[in-house]
Nanobody, 123 residues
Framework: VQLQASGGGLVQAGGSLRLSCAAS????????MGWFRQAPGKEREFVAA????????YYADSVKGRFTISRDNGKNTVYLQMNSLKPEDTAVYYC?????????????????WGQGTLVTVSS
């Protein structure tokens, strides 16, 4: 599976962005998908994840209620809608995929990673 993240950019605090992650391959619908982010000087951290059928979603406490993860298996794409953005949301955002999952929140659970897209939130 190859992943291509897009949709990052510069936005003012309180604004919104939608990230997309397009996946290659015919088995996209069988993958558990996640979004992670890495701010300058910090470790990569979990943001959100979604099960193969979209029936269950998971969020970091820091984004719960502001971010929404969704997927369109017909388009091989997973989305991250980000609302009420804060300067502390500034980071490179990565999408990731895995066929087997325990918690879905750990980096080492994921087999495939996209290249990342930069989100900058100005105050």
């Amino acid at each position: 599976v190859q992943l291509q993240a897009s949709g990052g950019g510069l936005v003012q605090a309180g604004g919104s962005l939608r990230l997309s992650c397009a996946a290659s391959g015919r088995t996209f619908s069988s993958y558990f998908m996640g979004w992670f982010r890495q701010a300058p000087g910090k470790e990569r951290e979990f943001v959100a994840a979604i099960r193969w059928n979209g029936g269950s979603t998971y969020y970091a406490d820091s984004v719960k209620g502001r971010f929404t993860i969704s997927r369109d298996n017909g388009k091989n794409t997973v989305y991250l809608q980000m609302n009420s953005l804060k300067p502390e949301d500034t980071a490179v955002y990565y999408c990731a995929a895995t066929r087997t999952v325990t918690t879905g929140r750990l980096l080492n659970e994921y087999e495939y990673w996209g290249q990342g897209t930069l989100v900058t939130v100005s105050s």
